[in-house]
């Protein structure tokens, strides 16, 4: 992966993956969604399954075609 920081702090987790070589290989094999079911769906139910006080929003990925994959994880608010 290569990853671009944004931000880490106790509240918050963001960083951008700008490549991704899971991406390019199903990609190549012309299995962009078989790839986001193997690789990056997994990630919201991973991330409820570490605790009901953490969130993850991203709006794309580069296995979707997006430019990069926006990770955002945050403390939820009650």
Known sequence: LTVEPVRDDAEELRFNV???????YFHALGEPLLGAMLTCEIDPPMTDAIGDDLG????????SGGSHCDFRWHLKRE
Not at 18 to 24: D, N, P, T, V
Not at 56 to 63: A, G, I, K, Y
Request: aromatic share 6%; glycine share 6%.
């Open 18 to 24: 700008r490549g991704c070589r899971y991406a390019e």
């Open 56 to 63: 993850l929003d991203r709006s794309q990925t580069l296995m």
